[in-house]
């Protein structure tokens, strides 16, 4: 919060425009001190206390250098679920979950009503379900078919939702990555959120982590019903280190989840992942996070990972037998990734096997 209140703390000592310079001046630390002074002040001793985004302070120290001491109410967000019950703090935890599909909704319906936009029911489904209860793309979406709406005068008020339903319909990625940078006036992007996270990974296991990170983009799916990584990452393949030149990433596969606890638990504390069910180790990545990863990757990446996982799905295939309907499902998530994004099938073969399982598919798809 005192990085959002700012100079307004010095406002009773100094006049207006020295604030800013003198607030820049003091330093992360020298801010946390009147920050906490401010608290401490008899103005605000009934007050409940609302800091938002705790831990984006990074030093334990700073963060409780922020904190008031004495008897006082307060709020405060974070991404990392962890720090409630961390050594800094005493507090009840609140979990805060996706909103879900009412909600969603309710919140759509109200945005689109007052920028005169018009959403059919049938509309109104088809953005429920690209948001799938993620509240801030739900309302960039809102905000983004008003700038679609402005930027083609001749569309009618209908056909701007119908528009956004087919650029996540379609290989439109130029689109779909327009609507993550979306900004409105007084907020971030999708895109500006998704990249704070990034931001925020321990530096020092930075590396595996966004290898990991990028193979979820690829391993998990959407499209039709959602896709986890359990079962692809769960197989222990000693064999890929045999496939260097084709899986770059090997390591990451060779060894199943064994050692991979920590890093999924750093996704979990930068808000990346969480869990859908307490009673349940396994994480959920949210579609538009999906979306980011892929959109982050760029060109060359998304065909890097596409080429080893439905190479790594084809020689599972061959290694371990029972595992051939689910490699089957996997491979083909990337088949529709590949779609996505506007990348030819058969630049996705790195093999033989994978090769003639690309056109028995692309076969089957075109009946």
């Known amino acids: 919060m005192a990085q959002v209140i700012g100079h307004d703390i010095l406002k009773d000592r100094h006049s207006y425009p020295e604030l800013h310079q003198l607030w820049a001046n003091l330093g992360e630390s020298g801010q946390a001190r009147e920050f906490k002074k401010w608290l401490s002040s008899p103005q605000n001793n009934d007050n409940i206390i609302i800091i938002d985004d705790l831990d984006g302070l ?57 920028i005169g936009l018009a ?52 290989s439109d990625w130029e689109s779909r990555n327009e609507f993550l940078k979306h900004k409105i006036h007084f907020g971030p992007s999708i895109h ?23 193979a979820l983009g690829f391993i ?25 030149a084709t899986v770059p990433n090997y390591e990451l596969f060779n060894t199943g989840l064994k050692g991979k606890s920590g890093l999924f638990q750093e996704l979990v504390k930068v808000s990346l992942a969480f869990k859908p069910f307490p009673d349940r180790a396994l994480l959920r990545f949210h579609p538009i996070w999906l979306e980011c990863i892929r959109q982050r990757c760029g060109a060359e990446g998304r065909l890097l990972w596409l080429k080893q ?25 990337c088949l529709n990734i590949a779609r996505d994004f506007d990348i030819e099938a058969d630049l996705l073969a790195t093999s033989e096997e994978s090769r003639r399982w690309i056109a028995k598919k692309s076969k089957q798809k075109a009946r």
């Not at 998990?220 to 260097?244: H, M, N, T």
Request: net charge negative; hydrophobic share 40%.
């Open 309 to 333: 996982i439905i190479f790594i799905c084809c020689e599972t295939k061959k290694h371990t037998a029972e595992k051939s309907d689910i490699m089957d499902i996997y491979a083909e998530n």
């Open 220 to 244: 998990c799916g959407s499209k039709p019903k959602a896709l986890d990584y359990y079962d692809f990452l769960s197989i222990e393949r000693p064999w890929v280190k045999d496939f260097q």
């Open 192 to 214: 500006e959120i998704f990249e704070v996270s990034i931001q925020r990974l321990d530096e020092a296991k930075k590396d595996p982590i966004l290898q990991l990170i990028n």
């Open 58 to 114: 990074r030093d334990d120290k700073i963060i409780l250098e922020c904190l008031p001491e004495g008897d006082k109410s307060i709020i405060y967000s974070a991404r990392d679920p962890t720090i409630a019950t961390s050594r800094l703090l005493q507090c009840e935890r609140v979990t805060v979950s996706p909103m879900d599909s009412t909600d969603i909704r309710e919140l759509l319906e109200t945005e689109s009503r007052n």
């Open 119 to 170: 959403l059919s029911p049938l509309e109104l489904e088809g953005v429920v379900d690209i948001v799938d209860g993620h509240p801030l793309a739900a309302s960039r979406a809102i905000s983004f078919m008003e700038q679609m709406a402005f930027e083609s005068s001749g569309l009618g008020p209908a056909i701007p939702a119908r528009a956004f339903i087919d650029i996540f319909e379609s």
